[in-house]
């Protein structure tokens, strides 16, 4: 009997910081793949929940040293023998996509937007793509430093929404806070910032998977019922909307965008605005397995096949709720030793 293939998943924030990576080895395991959890960041919980994964190393911050990184986790997929790997946040995304081909060296395939087609993107924003497809982009400018205090205390628009180049987001109610935010951010490595003012309570995600050749493989669009200052869905619907599909679909065909991606827009007056658009996989990732397409799979046999055939997409109906679980230890008890050095 034939091996299952070995995928690692990158990138494991879970609980207040999560990502979609705790999610994407869900789906894994449903699908009977054998599973590498990538670990990039100390702590990351998302590494700890039950049975989560046949395997698991650490890689190290990508921001804190990337080239590190990249040849840490090369040596862990070849030493596991890994296929593909997926990215748990668009960070990782693009440092897999500026990596490459240096990871194609180890026989990692992976199906990911070029890298320049990604770093246009961060440079240009979304104004570009959208007009080519006709589709709405969310007005947002960029935040100038060191004086980007006065862009705060002069905004009309509240709530604010600060997105980095990395895909963090943040949502601010009033100057001061998007002030502490964007320092934030900053702190956490973010070169660059924009801002821009969502209808508030009215956003939608979808997310799509894309073959090589552009091709619409599956997709998956929920209604985001409740979230939080991150924009991160902790409460979402999946819904069946042909138009937000359409949408998402021509804006990462004008960008040139392949593999997993999420887009985030905002509805106002029956009109839909793209806000973001990131090559990842939505925290939401799990949404789908209860029935339709499961996209992580479908975006692994992609990668490693020549053939994927379209698998349609995820049914509305399906509830998804996001929760974080406090863990207490009492470091004098006999179990404290199994998980405190």
Same mark, same amino acid.
């Given at each position: 009997?034939?091996?299952?293939?070995?995928?690692?998943?990158?990138?494991?924030?879970?609980?207040?910081?999560?990502? +979609? =990576?705790?999610?994407? !080895? /869900?789906?894994?395991? @449903? +699908? =009977?793949?054998?599973? !590498? /959890?990538?670990?990039? @960041? +100390? =702590?990351?919980?998302?590494?700890?929940?039950?049975?989560? +994964?046949?395997?698991?190393?650490?890689?190290?911050?990508?921001?804190?040293?990337?080239?590190?990184f990249v040849a840490r986790l090369a040596e862990c997929c070849a030493r596991h023998s890994v296929g593909t790997a997926l990215a748990g946040t668009p960070l990782v995304a693009q440092v897999l996509a500026r990596h490459a081909k240096t990871l194609a060296k180890h026989k990692l395939k992976l199906l990911l937007p070029a890298s320049a087609d990604l770093e246009r993107l961060r440079e240009r924003g979304l104004t570009e793509p959208c007009s080519a497809a006709q589709v709405a982009a969310l007005p947002s400018s960029p935040v100038p430093e060191p004086a980007f205090a006065a862009s705060f205390l002069h905004s009309r628009a509240w709530p604010l929404v600060l997105l980095d180049e990395h895909g963090a987001r943040r949502r601010a109610l009033d100057a001061l806070e998007a002030l502490r935010l964007a320092r934030a951010l900053r702190e956490r490595g973010a070169r660059q910032l924009r801002m821009a003012s969502p209808a508030p309570r009215s956003l939608f995600e979808v997310c799509l998977v894309l073959a090589r050749s552009g091709a619409l493989l599956g997709s998956c669009a929920v209604r985001v019922l409740e979230d939080d200052e991150r924009l991160r869905p902790w409460l979402a619907v999946s819904v069946e909307d042909a138009e937000l599909e359409r949408a998402a679909l021509a804006v990462a065909t004008r960008a040139g965008l392949r593999g997993p991606l999420t887009a985030t827009f905002s509805q106002s007056e029956r009109s839909l605005a793209l806000l973001d658009l990131q090559p990842c996989f939505p925290v939401w990732i799990e949404a789908c397995l209860r029935e339709g397409p499961n996209l992580a799979a479908l975006a692994v046999s992609a990668a490693v096949e020549a053939r994927t055939r379209p698998a349609g997409r995820v049914p509305a109906g399906t509830l998804f709720s996001q929760t974080a679980q406090d863990i207490v230890i009492d470091p004098r008890s006999p179990a404290a030793c199994a998980v405190l050095p």
């Amino acid at each position: 009997m034939k091996a299952p293939l070995t995928v690692a998943v990158v990138g494991l924030e879970d609980g207040p910081e999560s990502c +979609a =990576g705790p999610g994407l !080895l /869900a789906a894994l395991g @449903r +699908a =009977g793949l054998r599973r !590498l /959890a990538v670990a990039c @960041r +100390a =702590g990351e919980s998302g590494a700890f929940r039950p049975g989560i +994964a046949e395997l698991f190393e650490r890689a190290g911050d990508p921001l804190a040293d990337e080239p590190g990184f990249v040849a840490r986790l090369a040596e862990c997929c070849a030493r596991h023998s890994v296929g593909t790997a997926l990215a748990g946040t668009p960070l990782v995304a693009q440092v897999l996509a500026r990596h490459a081909k240096t990871l194609a060296k180890h026989k990692l395939k992976l199906l990911l937007p070029a890298s320049a087609d990604l770093e246009r993107l961060r440079e240009r924003g979304l104004t570009e793509p959208c007009s080519a497809a006709q589709v709405a982009a969310l007005p947002s400018s960029p935040v100038p430093e060191p004086a980007f205090a006065a862009s705060f205390l002069h905004s009309r628009a509240w709530p604010l929404v600060l997105l980095d180049e990395h895909g963090a987001r943040r949502r601010a109610l009033d100057a001061l806070e998007a002030l502490r935010l964007a320092r934030a951010l900053r702190e956490r490595g973010a070169r660059q910032l924009r801002m821009a003012s969502p209808a508030p309570r009215s956003l939608f995600e979808v997310c799509l998977v894309l073959a090589r050749s552009g091709a619409l493989l599956g997709s998956c669009a929920v209604r985001v019922l409740e979230d939080d200052e991150r924009l991160r869905p902790w409460l979402a619907v999946s819904v069946e909307d042909a138009e937000l599909e359409r949408a998402a679909l021509a804006v990462a065909t004008r960008a040139g965008l392949r593999g997993p991606l999420t887009a985030t827009f905002s509805q106002s007056e029956r009109s839909l605005a793209l806000l973001d658009l990131q090559p990842c996989f939505p925290v939401w990732i799990e949404a789908c397995l209860r029935e339709g397409p499961n996209l992580a799979a479908l975006a692994v046999s992609a990668a490693v096949e020549a053939r994927t055939r379209p698998a349609g997409r995820v049914p509305a109906g399906t509830l998804f709720s996001q929760t974080a679980q406090d863990i207490v230890i009492d470091p004098r008890s006999p179990a404290a030793c199994a998980v405190l050095p």
